[in-house]
């Protein structure tokens, strides 16, 4: 089950965050690397991975006495599964629509009456 | 998912419909009116009219029942037959942003049947990350978001 859209979005709205994310997007890292990396605190780098963690954004491992951080790219699902809903509801009237078109044309040019016959909807 | 923007988060869905890429193009353009899904409304009003201007740089915007528009965006890159950038600058809970822009490519590629392939990439949706507060606020009100997800989420896991 996804974190809630709402608590990812919270997540990614943070610039310190989103590089956090471009750091572990090459691989697993501890949070001592991510601090030589990145302009900010060891603290606040753990206070941002606890926020991404939270958010389901990336996944704590341990590695013998190491903690490491990784992406979770499951994670991104809210965000996307909104869209990805959105555009499959949008495109699918879309292709309905083309067919209907693609129906009334009666010549094989292309040029048909389909403009005039086509109903139109407005009011 | 494209690699000059690592964190990129993308929607790709593709469809075919048996017409011609100029037809498909003209269709997903001129008459996006009769395809939208119409509860996908920012307007006062029903939408009355979807309207693209034909050319880089156009507005694209909806014309409400009550006459009054209200801005979605713009076209980015006007290309036809094959190719279609629209910049999506509707926000959280469907109000226009002008500080919001993440980009609809659309490409109109013919198949070997003499119909197209449409293929839509709604990229960098993690620009919505900058206005979580007003998300949260659209996932929780009534007929908000939250449905839909729960409704996607039903089906991923």
């Given at each position: 089950?996804?974190?809630?859209?709402?608590?990812?979005?919270?997540?990614?709205?943070?610039?310190?965050?989103?590089?956090?994310?471009?750091c572990l997007l090459d691989g697993p890292l501890a949070v001592g690397v991510l601090a030589e990396r990145?302009?900010?605190?060891?603290?606040?780098?753990?206070?941002?991975?606890?926020?991404?963690?939270?958010?389901?954004?990336?996944?704590?491992?341990?590695?013998?006495?190491r903690h490491l951080y990784r992406i979770n790219?499951?994670?991104?699902?809210?965000?996307?599964?909104?869209?990805?809903?959105f555009w499959t509801s949008a495109l699918d009237n879309f292709a309905a629509l083309a067919r209907a078109e693609a129906a009334t044309r009666t010549s094989p040019d292309g040029v048909s009456g389909s403009e005039r016959e086509e109903q139109r909807d407005e009011p | 998912m494209s690699p000059e923007s690592s964190t990129e988060i993308v929607v790709e869905r593709a469809?075919?419909?048996?017409?011609?890429?100029?037809?498909?193009?003209?269709?997903?353009?001129?008459?996006?009116?009769?395809?939208?899904?119409?509860?996908?409304s920012i307007g006062t009003s029903a939408i009355a009219a979807v309207v693209m201007e034909p050319h880089a740089g156009g507005r694209w915007f909806e014309r409400g029942t009550d006459g009054n528009e209200c801005q979605w965006g713009r076209v980015a890159?006007?290309?036809?037959?094959?190719?279609?950038?629209l910049l999506w600058q509707i926000g959280a809970n469907w109000t226009f942003d002008p500080d919001l822009e993440t980009e609809v490519e659309i490409s109109f590629n013919p198949d070997t049947a003499g119909g197209t392939r449409v293929e839509l990439r709604h990229r960098?949706?993690?620009?919505?990350?900058?206005?979580?507060?007003?998300?949260?606020?659209?996932?929780?009100?009534?007929g908000g978001w939250t449905a839909t997800l729960t409704q996607y989420a039903d089906l991923a896991t």
């Open positions: 089950m996804p974190a809630s859209a709402a608590t990812v979005l919270d997540a990614l709205g943070d610039a310190r965050r989103r590089n956090i994310l471009d990145l302009p900010i605190s060891r603290p606040a780098v753990s206070q941002h991975l606890r926020v991404l963690k939270e958010a389901e954004l990336v996944i704590e491992a341990v590695a013998g006495t790219p499951a994670g991104f699902e809210a965000v996307r599964g909104y869209f990805e809903q | 469809v075919r419909v048996p017409l011609p890429p100029d037809k498909a193009f003209a269709l997903f353009t001129e008459r996006m009116t009769e395809w939208w899904p119409p509860e996908h890159r006007w290309d036809p037959p094959g190719d279609l950038v960098h949706l993690e620009r919505y990350g900058d206005q979580a507060e007003a998300m949260r606020a659209a996932f929780d009100s009534p």
